[in-house]
C-alpha cells in the first residue's frame, strides 16, 4: 500500500438550503490514480475544490498529508480547474514564467518538451490556440509540477478523442510515482484503462469505492458499463 496522501472524514459541504456533499469519507493513497466519477451535479467539483483549498467545509475535515488544506498544502497540491483562471492575453511563455515563479517544484524544461511535442508555439497568446490545445496547455502546466496529490476537474471534457489520448498520455507519463491522482470526470470510457481505484458520487454521497480491478471482477463487466448501470435515467 502507498502512503496516504488524501483523507476524507465525514466531508459535507452545504450552499445555502443546498447539499452539494454529505458525508463523504474516502482515502487516497501515492501512486494511484483514482477516477472520481458521477453526473454533473452529483458533487466532484465541489470535492476537488475543498481538497484543492479553495472552498471551506460545512462539516467533517479533509486532510492532506495529515494536515488542512490551506497555505501549507498548496505548495503539495496541483489542481486543474475546469476553467483558465489566467489572463487570455499572456503568451504562453509568459504563463511558463509564471507558474516558474509561482511555484518551486514546476519543472519548466518538462513543461517546454510537452509543449514541443504538440508543436505549441510558446510565443502565441493563449486565447488564440484552439480549444484542444488550449486544454493541453493547462493540463502540461498541471503535470509540469512535481507535487503530491493532482486534482484534474474533467481534463477530457471538451477536446476530441485525439486530444484525449494526448491528454490520458501526459497524465501517466508525468506524475510523479509516489504521488496521488484524483480524475473526476463522466467520460468513463476514455479514462477507464488508467484508473487503478473508482469513487462513484451520487447526489453528493459515495455509493462505491474501491480497486477498478476488484470492481470489474465483482461485477463481471466493466466501469464504463456498471457506471451507466448505476446512474442509468
Do not use: W
Not at 474516502?26 to 451535479?41: H, K, S, V
Not at 518551486?104 to 510565443?123: N, Y
Amino acid at each position: 500500500m502507498g502512503e496516504l496522501i488524501l483523507e476524507c472524514r465525514n466531508l459535507s459541504k452545504r450552499y445555502g438550503g443546498k447539499t452539494a456533499l454529505d458525508g463523504v469519507s474516502l482515502n487516497l493513497e501515492g501512486g494511484r490514480i483514482t477516477g472520481l466519477l458521477g453526473p454533473n451535479g452529483s458533487g466532484k467539483t465541489t470535492l476537488i475544490k475543498l481538497a484543492a483549498g479553495l472552498l471551506q467545509c460545512s462539516g467533517g475535515e479533509a486532510l492532506i498529508d495529515g494536515k488542512k488544506p490551506g497555505k501549507e498544502t498548496k505548495a503539495e497540491v496541483s489542481y486543474l480547474s475546469d476553467r483558465f483562471i489566467l489572463d487570455g492575453g499572456m503568451r504562453v511563455t509568459e504563463i511558463l514564467s509564471f507558474f516558474a515563479d509561482f511555484y518551486p517544484d514546476f519543472r519548466r524544461d518538462t513543461a517546454e518538451a510537452m509543449l514541443a511535442s504538440l508543436g505549441v508555439d510558446p510565443g502565441k497568446r493563449f486565447k488564440t490556440l484552439s480549444k484542444g490545445n488550449r486544454e493541453k496547455v493547462q493540463l502540461i502546466l498541471v503535470m509540469a509540477r512535481k507535487a503530491r496529490l493532482y486534482l484534474l476537474d474533467e481534463p477530457i471534457g471538451g477536446v476530441d478523442p485525439a486530444a484525449r489520448d494526448y491528454i490520458i498520455n501526459t497524465i501517466i507519463g508525468n506524475y510523479s510515482e509516489d504521488a496521488a491522482v484524483l480524475i473526476s470526470t463522466h467520460l468513463i470510457q476514455d479514462v477507464e484503462q488508467i484508473l487503478d481505484d473508482v469513487i462513484f458520487l451520487k447526489e453528493g454521497k459515495v455509493v462505491l469505492q474501491g480497486s477498478a480491478d476488484d470492481i470489474r471482477t465483482e461485477k463481471g463487466t466493466s466501469i464504463d458499463a456498471f457506471f451507466r448501470e448505476v446512474f442509468k435515467c
